[in-house]
């Protein structure tokens, strides 16, 4: 894991962007996301377990796996949205970035490698990119009945209970 304050210049969605500024866990932590290093699945499995997470999914996104839709995917992923639930991924193969938003509204990049584990929190704002690689694998983890839609940024959304809940633990 590597995190840093993107750097906002023109380009394909999926090079580095890095500013140079660098951002720590801790920080991380303050937005309320969540990283560990976690090699051993045993290790993962009892992290579900601790927050209630009963199910969960593989999911590889990549231009052999997705064919002809995976350009469409990929740009997708990268609208900034929020789910009504909390977004956990362990990267099993491959690399990718998650934008958050930081305090400030910037985007702050996370790059995930193979065993990075990330939490984000329900009414945070991101959104997901592969590098330029192109693959990345990854385990998704689901509650009972979560709800995954994703919640595109606006006006409706930016008052949504769940945002609203999160900028008020954020703030604490
Ligand atoms: C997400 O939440 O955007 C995704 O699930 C993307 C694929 S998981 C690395
Ligand atoms: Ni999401």
């Known amino acids: 894991m590597k995190a840093y304050y993107y750097d906002n210049a023109p380009g394909d969605q999926r090079e ?3 500013s140079g ?3 720590s866990p801790v ?10 290093h976690l090699p051993k699945v045993s ?8 927050r209630g ?3 969960r999914d593989e999911i590889t996104v990549s231009p052999e796996k997705m064919g ?3 350009e469409e995917k990929v740009k997708s992923f990268f609208h900034e ?4 639930d909390e977004e956990i991924r362990y990267i099993l193969d491959g690399e990718g970035f998650f934008d958050v938003r930081s305090e400030n509204d910037d985007w702050v990049r996370i790059r995930l490698v193979k065993d990075d584990l ?3 929190p329900a009414g945070i704002y991101h959104r997901f990119t592969t590098d330029s690689k192109n693959y990345i694998k990854a385990m998704r983890l689901f509650q009972d009945e979560p709800k995954w839609t994703p919640l595109n940024r606006g006006p409706e959304v930016d008052v949504n209970p769940h945002r609203q809940a999160y900028l008020q633990t954020r703030e604490s």
Do not use: C, P, W
């Open 118 to 120: 990330i939490i984000l």
């Open 53 to 55: 997470y009963k199910n």
């Open 68 to 70: 002809a839709i995976y």
């Open 43 to 50: 290790d993962v499995d009892t992290l579900a377990q601790t």
């Open 27 to 36: 920080y991380l932590e303050s937005l309320g996301v969540i990283y560990h």
């Open 21 to 23: 500024r660098e951002v």
């Open 81 to 84: 949205h929020l789910h009504e």
């Open 16 to 18: 580095d962007h890095d």
